[in-house]
């Protein structure tokens, strides 16, 4: 299995950007599907966006279409979460996860999908 880990959070103004790093080590990076999650306290965990293993299919959540931009880069390993007009409730530890992809025909956006998770990156959003 891959091994992921995280990096990128922090604190923005509303309205301003950021960029999360996924990196992978272990296993093939390009045989697995990847997502993104985020979760608040004493909320379950959300889907947030996620992309197939060739980078060729997208999907996201509709609370983050338009503003958030999911993307992969197979050769270094690492997938990103470009993050753009972020508001107050963008607010929450964001994990990266990994789907090894199989025979899936689409792109996973559901926990159970995922066999792998990242330790999660902190993103606070301020008013």
């Known amino acids: 299995q891959v091994q992921l880990v995280e990096s990128g959070g922090g604190l923005v103004q509303a309205g301003g950007s950021l960029r999360l790093f996924c990196t992978a080590s272990?296993?093939?990076?390009?045989?697995?599907?990847m997502g993104w999650f985020r979760q608040v306290p004493g909320k379950e965990r959300e889907f947030i966006a996620a992309i197939r293993w060739s980078g060729t299919s997208t999907y996201y959540a509709d609370s983050v279409k338009g503003r958030f931009t999911i993307s992969r880069e197979n050769v270094k390993n690492t997938v990103y979460l470009q993050m753009n007009s972020l508001k107050p409730e963008d607010t929450a530890v964001y994990y990266c996860?990994?789907?090894?992809?199989?025979?899936?025909?689409?792109?996973?956006?559901?926990?159970?999908?995922?066999?792998?998770w990242g330790q999660g990156t902190q993103v606070t959003v301020s008013s």
């Open positions: 996860a990994a789907a090894d992809a199989g025979l899936r025909v689409g792109v996973p956006t559901l926990r159970y999908e995922y066999d792998v």
């Open positions: 272990g296993r093939t990076f390009s045989s697995y599907d």
